[in-house]
């Protein structure tokens, strides 16, 4: 199978596959570069023939549909969306450090922002007779299946029908222009701007549009947040907040925890992300959070407006005489809300969501 050479990635879990990069790179470029986009799967990687590859639409439609990929080529007009796509877990490691967590330590790192192309979603619901709208979900199932607590199943998930014909959600083929490595999804994969990544299917065998969200394990019994005074032994999955959209979040890429720098003016960088709001500010601090000043938000493409799928890179220079310092960073969005100073205050035992003021600790002497 043609697995991406990922050696040079942190890499979590093998089998199933789970691995990041360091900050650092992930920073490099504000389109991610496929060496450096982190892989969550929860099985294999399926082979699959884009000769042989169908495509069902089915449930509550008009028109069922059993589509190849050139059907979606000829049929449908291309579409385009620049979009982060960030796991539920990614910086679980600072909740893992308050208490016990389940799931993979990712670092800032599960989070990756790429041009995808293809066509919308919208279309191929309407083409197949979309027929119900109000309070409807859409299913969808991978071709990878994988180990659940409840047995072997089919990795899938569901959207409200309401996010589904956005016309940012697209039935993707190629990532920043390229086609869509296997890891990623190839041939095709879901991608659901501004939500969690569990959502955004890869390896696209079938969509459903049904009455209830999804009964698949891992929309249904996973991915869920839980209340602090919540354990593994006491979840009810019913009771769990089905994880959809992305909070505010930020985090600072360079330099990297732990860092020995000399003494003078040194560049943070990083990145803030809010799922669908654009950032307004965001706010640096070298004493852990007792004073702050403003980084600057970079410009890309089309300018930060029109980006509110993406997230914004900022920077600032700090002078840091000698000794130990923290550093910190915290974005704000455009209602004026903030990110919470403490992970504590947003521990959850399955890890999710974390997204508390990001900080760096670095010894400059
Ligand atoms: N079919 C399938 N789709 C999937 C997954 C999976 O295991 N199987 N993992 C999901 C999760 S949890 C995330 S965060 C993203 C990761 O996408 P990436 O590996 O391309 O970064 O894919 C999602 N889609
Ligand atoms: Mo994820």
Redesign the pocket.
Known sequence: MDLRPDADLIVHSRTPLNAEPPLKRLRASFLTAADD???????EVPDISPNEYRLSVGGGVAKPLDLSLDDLGSGFPRARVTAT?Q?AGNRRADLAAVAPVSGDPWAPG?I?TAEWQGVALAEVLRAAGLRSMAGVHVAFE?F?EGETRDGWSA?GASIPVEKALGPEVLLADTMNGAPLRP???APLRLVVPGYA??R????LKSITVQAEPSRNFHQAKDYKLFPPNVSAKTADPDKGMTIYEMPLNSAICEPADGAALTPGPTRLRGYAVCGGRPIARVDVSADGGRHWRQAELEEHGAGRGAQAWAWTFWNAVIDLPEGPHELVVRAVDIAGQTQPADPADVWNHKGYLSAAWHRVRVNVG
């Open positions: 986009f982190y892989i969550r799967t929860h099985g796509m796991c599960a990756g991978g990878d990795f890891v990623h999804g990544g569990v955004s299917v890869k390896w």
